[in-house]
């Protein structure tokens, strides 16, 4: 190849990747990941994808919850920026388990701070949050499975979110590294023998029916 065709190769690729959302290039993997901001969630890692090379919207916030910011940035990478598939990617021992809204409302009254008509977005004021809404706007919660399938169904049944969207939700284990299906805690069926038991005759069963 000579040094013209390799520089035009080289700017070509530089272009395509500048002006992608001008010219409605998606990410490489069509996705969407919404993420929790904690610091033991390593997205890529846990994904198999490179996000800092262009594979993927990255959306994380407290929890890794469908929020109204949330539904905004989903909205827009799916409608408009040729995203064709969602991840909801939650982990255990999430901080927002460690805490219910109410306690941490307590916290902050007790700190002074005034709450009555707390704005929650600085250029919409109209979006003022009722009275008495601030514990279930800060969305503490008690199960990380049941959390993950809840955002999955959030995304499934909002009008924003095309139905064509591929959506999954995954629970990153921050004690092991591993990620598992919602719901799907594997090691709560390897410990004891009553925990096996089930899974083994049945396994049994099915290699003798085979
Ligand atoms: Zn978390």
């Known amino acids: 190849m000579s040094i013209a065709n390799q ?3 080289n700017f070509s690729a530089q272009r395509s ?3 992608r959302r001008q010219l409605g290039i998606p990410n490489n993997k069509k ?3 919404c993420a929790c901001m904690d610091e033991r969630l390593p997205v890529d890692e846990a994904l198999g994808i490179h996000s800092d090379d262009g594979d993927a919207h990255v959306f994380r916030n407290a929890g890794g919850l469908i929020t109204d910011d949330a539904i905004r940035s989903a909205m827009l990478t799916c409608q408009f920026f040729g995203t064709e598939e969602i991840v909801v990617l939650n982990h255990t021992e999430c901080g927002m388990m460690s805490s219910t809204g109410e306690e941490l409302v307590a916290i902050l009254e007790e700190r002074g701070i005034g709450l009555d008509g707390a704005g929650i977005d600085p250029t919409l004021p109209e979006l003022e949050l009722p009275a008495g809404a601030l514990a ?3 969305r ?3 199960d990380v499975d049941e959390i993950c399938r809840q955002q999955v169904a959030h995304l499934r049944n909002h009008p924003l979110i095309p139905s064509h969207v591929k959506i999954s939700g995954w629970v990153w284990e921050v004690e092991n590294r591993r990620l598992r ?3 799907e805690r594997l090691s709560q069926r390897v410990n004891t023998k009553e925990e096996m038991g089930t899974t083994h ?3 049994h069963e099915t290699l003798g029916a085979a």
């Open 7 to 9: 520089l035009e190769s």
């Open 17 to 19: 990747w500048s002006l």
């Open 31 to 33: 996705l969407w990941v």
């Open 136 to 138: 279930r706007w800060i």
């Open 140 to 142: 503490t919660f008690d």
């Open 181 to 183: 299906p919602a719901g």
């Open 201 to 203: 005759v049945g396994h």
